[in-house]
């Protein structure tokens, strides 16, 4: 299609070079970074134990520290067992990477986790189905064990489900830091 007789004028420029090379940052930038709007809270386990770390308005540290710790009512769900310790529901959830969709059909008796440790057994953090943490409602810490992860790979661990963001803090051990 050909426009014949297309005559501008110098006060038509709307879109000048340079708005179109502004224009073409602010979208390329845009796309870039879009995904990485959201940043999961990430620490090392060690840095649970520093003296940095103090209670702020929106994680209670020493409150994971003595979940990680001391003993707590807890539910285990690890090697195809399940086994629930404790006197009271439980406020710590120990589980395999593998049995973690194990727990939906026991999500009434979790009601009260604060803590999911989860094992990766050499598996990847990639790979966890996320989906059932999102279904325990006071959970605010997710303590994960592995062998060689990094915290840049848990930064979006947990995105926000259905535009609600929750604070959750992922807490890690692994052989390497970042």
């Given amino acids: 299609m050909k426009i014949k007789n297309l005559k501008l004028k110098e006060g038509n420029r709307f879109i000048s070079p340079s708005n179109v090379v502004s224009m073409l940052m602010i979208m390329v930038l845009f796309i870039l970074f879009s995904d990485y709007a959201y940043g999961q809270n990430v620490i090392h386990v060690s840095a649970l134990n520093g003296s940095s770390m103090k209670n702020n308005g929106e ?3 020493e409150r994971a ?5 001391k003993r707590n009512s807890a539910a285990y769900f690890q090697d195809g067992q399940t086994k629930y310790y404790g006197e009271t529901q439980p406020v710590m959830l120990f589980v395999d990477m593998n049995q973690l969709q194990a ?7 979790l009601s009260r986790v604060e803590m999911v440790k989860i ?13 059932v943490l999102y279904e325990l409602p006071l959970l605010k810490y997710v303590y ?5 992860c990094v915290e840049s790979e848990m ?16 807490i890690y051990n692994s052989e390497i830091k970042e």
């Fill in 119 to 131: 094992n990766l057994n050499g598996g990847n953090v990639r790979s966890i189905n996320k989906n």
């Fill in 103 to 109: 727990i939906s059909g026991q999500l009434d008796k």
């Fill in 59 to 61: 994680f209670d540290f």
């Fill in 144 to 148: 994960l064990v592995c062998d060689r």
């Fill in 155 to 170: 930064t979006n661990f947990l995105p926000p489900q259905d535009g609600e963001i929750r604070n959750i803090l992922v």
């Fill in 65 to 69: 520290k003595s979940l990680i710790y």
